[in-house]
C-alpha cells in the first residue's frame, strides 16, 4: 500500500487546513489510518487515527476539540480538518496505515508512511 499526503502550507495563527491522503494499491478499508507529526529536533508525535469503518477516532490531547480526522473508503482518502491552529502545531504531517483492527498511538505500530506534508503556522 501507498499512502501520499497532500494539503499542507503556512498560515496564521487562528486558521484552518485540511490535510488529504490519497491510499493506494489496496483498499483504504483494510486499514487503520492515523495522522502524525514531526517538528523538528522531536520525536514524531501521533495527532489522531480513525478505525477501518471510521467508528472510532482517538486524538492527542493537545488537537482534542481543534483537529477532526475523517475517512472516506470509497475514494480511499482520509482527512485532517484543522481548525483555530497555533504556532505549536508546526510541523511536517505524516499520514500512516496500520494493519491490524485496531487504533494503535505508538508510531511503530504503523506499517506504511507517506512522505509528509509541511504545516507552518504563524503568530
Known amino acids: 500500500v501507498q499512502l501520499q499526503a497532500s494539503g499542507g502550507g503556512m498560515v496564521q495563527a487562528g486558521g484552518s487546513m485540511r490535510l488529504s491522503c490519497l491510499v493506494s494499491g489496496r483498499a483504504s478499508s483494510w486499514y487503520v489510518l492515523g495522522w502524525f507529526r514531526q517538528a523538528p529536533g522531536q520525536e514524531r508525535e501521533f495527532v489522531a487515527a480513525?478505525?477501518?469503518?471510521?467508528?472510532?477516532?482517538n486524538y492527542t490531547e493537545s488537537v482534542k476539540g481543534r483537529f477532526s480526522i475523517s475517512r472516506d473508503n470509497a475514494k480511499n482518502m482520509m482527512y485532517l480538518q484543522m481548525t483555530n491552529l497555533k504556532p505549536e502545531d508546526s510541523a511536517v504531517y505524516f499520514c500512516?496505515?496500520?494493519?491490524?483492527?485496531?487504533?494503535?498511538?505508538?508510531?511503530?505500530?504503523?506499517?506504511?508512511w507517506g512522505q509528509g506534508t509541511q504545516v507552518t503556522v504563524s503568530s
Open positions: 500512516a496505515a496500520r494493519g491490524l483492527r485496531t487504533i494503535a498511538t505508538p508510531f511503530t505500530e504503523y506499517g506504511w
Open positions: 480513525i478505525s477501518r469503518s471510521a467508528e472510532i477516532t
